[in-house]
């Protein structure tokens, strides 16, 4: 079994546990829990893997939009970010959604499965920071000489705590998955095992 299958009720626990995530930890606009990463780009990756349905993913685009709307409008957060380089973060999620369906393909409840996982997230963030970070510093309009040197430094400077961020939630997102996997009692030939 090569594809990852889930009832519609699974999908749709999945689907509003990433929600939850994303409004508890976007930017941390709303959340309480302070200490808590971002999860916005675990969870586009998540829902590439999980959930099957394709307006999934405009949903969250939405979804992130409007929370950043509703921080910036009645929050008293800085508008610093909202320029025209903030439409760049369609492809940059996207990125992380596409990564997450072409894993998905490759997903066996076997170790062997965290390689592709790997690369795939490695890969998909890796994009995502392209079009996100370097649309922001090139395009917004907030930095009066951009610079690839410049833009290497400060990808240097930012890219390893969004990574650590997204390792995070996949890490637990991965445990939770391998213990419902065995709790369901995996089939035989999906057995955690070295191939």
Not at 7 to 15: A, D, K, R, T
Not at 51 to 69: I, K, N, Q
Not at 127 to 136: D, K, N, P, R, T
Not at 166 to 180: D, E, N, P
Request: aromatic share 16%; net charge positive.
């Amino acid at each position: 079994m090569n594809r990852l299958t889930l009832s519609s009720n699974n999908q749709l626990l999945i689907g509003m546990v990433l929600v939850l995530l994303i409004i508890a930890t976007r930017g941390h606009h709303f959340a309480t829990l302070q200490n808590l990463p971002g999860a916005t780009w675990a969870c586009f990756f998540l829902a590439g893997v999980y959930l099957r349905p394709v307006w999934v993913l405009p949903g969250l685009f939405a979804l992130a939009g409007l929370l950043d709307y509703a921080a910036i409008t009645w929050g008293g957060v800085n508008a610093f970010c909202v320029t025209p380089a903030y439409l760049l973060l369609l492809p940059a999620y996207g990125a992380l959604w596409t990564a997450g369906r072409w894993y998905v393909g490759r997903h066996r409840f076997a170790w062997r499965t965290l390689l592709p996982l790997i690369g795939a997230a490695l890969v998909g963030a890796t994009v995502c920071e392209l079009f996100s970070s370097g649309g922001f510093y090139f395009f917004s309009g907030r930095f009066a000489e951009p610079t690839l040197t410049e833009f290497g430094v400060r990808l240097l400077r930012y890219f390893p705590a969004y990574l650590q961020s997204l390792a995070f939630y996949l890490g637990v997102a991965a445990v939770v998955h391998l213990l419902f996997g065995l709790v369901r009692g995996a089939p035989s030939s999906h057995h955690l095992d070295a191939g």
